[in-house]
Nanobody, 125 residues
Framework: QVQLVESGGGSVQVGDSLRLSCAAS????????VGWFRQAQGKEREFVAV????????IYADSVKGRFTVSRDNARNTAYLQMNSLKPEDTAVYYC??????????????????WGQGTQVTVPS
């Protein structure tokens, strides 16, 4: 059984930082692409970032580039999303997911195999 458990969400002030964690069991994270997505209330789920399975290359949505950093600790079988300079528009439920898709499909939520339950991040304006 694959299980992904996110943690680290919360309510913070504009400009603050948070680090989300995605702990995996039942699979070795290093062999998968690990994607982060978010869904704000009333909006579609959107791609945030991914760390690729081979070599660990990272890709970011334009809206978070330069502020968010995705990483992976293979020894802990855990992925992280470091979020700095948070803005009210970052408010959403954040999800991690794993998949084996090719580079061209890493932004496509439908190509991910397993998802975590999500963690809420709130940045009041």
């Amino acid at each position: 059984q694959v299980q992904l458990v996110e943690s680290g969400g919360g309510s913070v002030q504009v400009g603050d930082s948070l680090r989300l964690s995605c702990a995996a069991s039942g699979r070795t994270l290093g062999t998968y692409n690990v994607g982060w997505f978010r869904q704000a209330q009333g909006k579609e789920r959107e791609f945030v970032a991914v760390i690729r399975r081979n070599g660990g290359a990272t890709i970011y949505a334009d809206s978070v580039k330069g502020r968010f950093t995705v990483s992976r600790d293979n020894a802990r079988n855990t992925a992280y999303l470091q979020m700095n300079s948070l803005k009210p528009e970052d408010t959403a439920v954040y999800y991690c997911a794993i998949g084996s898709q090719v580079l061209s499909a890493v932004r496509d939520s439908g190509m991910y195999l397993h998802w975590g339950q999500g963690t809420q991040v709130t940045v009041p304006s």
